[in-house]
Antibody, heavy 119, light 105 residues
Framework: QVQLTESGPGLVHPSETLSLTCTVS????????VYWVRQPSGKGLEWMGR???????SYNSALKSRLSISRDTSKNQVFLKMNSLQTDDTGTYYC?????????????WGQGTLVTVSS | EIVLTQSPTTMTASPGEKVTITCRAS?????MHWYQQKPGASPKPWIY???KLASGVPDRFSGSGSGTSYSLTINNMEAEDAATYYC????????FGGGTKLELK
């Protein structure tokens, strides 16, 4: 079945770079796009970026200058890198996938990985 | 970017009560999706493409709307429905509403 699993460092120091991995199973990264969504602690959801099935990327304009998404299709992994982290980047980071090419909406979510930005 | 405004921000409902959460978009959108989130858990797809119930969602839930106004309705509130609900629109760039926290009275 479809699964997405986020992994990352847990703690990042201010001004440093965050590196997260989304490992997927049950589908191919060349067939489906993967999206990153974050949730600052105690707040709402924010779409961050997308790795499209064809390798193209899209980014939230508010994060674009700091964000990079890439992938390794042979390992079924999508990577997120965001630099210049600040305390308000603290929160849970999710990767997610839509139902299908024809049905929109984020159908599958990882369990999320908590990132704390602190010195 | 389309801004989604949910109302109310928080609410309480008694068992058996009818609940309606609204989501207004700053511009017209084709579809609205809804997610349920409980503390410490990932968001779950709840209603997709405005009115389709995700797998496992009880049929006391329904979704409706068009253009800039959408709603999620619960007929006969149950304890397990207490959660935060988010709307989300599918025009690029994808945006979410601020959430509605629904508590049991």
């Amino acid at each position: 079945q479809v699964q997405l699993t986020e992994s990352g460092p847990g703690l990042v120091h201010p001004s440093e770079t965050l590196s997260l991995t989304c490992t997927v199973s049950g589908f191919s990264l060349t067939g489906y796009s993967v999206y990153w969504v974050r949730q600052p602690s105690g707040k709402g959801l924010e779409w961050m970026g997308r790795m499209r099935y064809n390798g193209d990327t899209s980014y939230n304009s508010a994060l674009k200058s700091r964000l990079s998404i890439s992938r390794d299709t042979s390992k079924n992994q999508v990577f997120l890198k965001m630099n210049s982290l600040q305390t308000d980047d603290t929160g849970t980071y999710y990767c997610t996938r839509v139902y299908s090419s024809y049905t929109t909406g984020f159908a599958y979510w990882g369990q999320g990985t908590l990132v704390t930005v602190s010195s | 970017e389309i801004v989604l405004t949910q109302s109310p921000t928080t609410m309480t409902a008694s068992p058996g009560e009818k609940v309606t959460i609204t989501c207004r978009a700053s511009s017209s959108v084709s579809y609205m999706h809804w997610y349920q989130q409980k503390p410490g858990a990932s968001p779950k797809p709840w209603i997709y493409e405005t009115s389709k119930l995700a797998s496992g969602v009880p049929d006391r839930f329904s979704g409706s709307g068009s253009g800039t106004s959408y709603s999620l309705t619960i007929n006969n509130m149950e304890a397990e429905d207490a959660a935060t609900y988010y709307c989300q629109q599918w025009n690029y760039p994808w945006t979410f509403g601020g959430g509605t926290k629904l508590e049991l009275k």
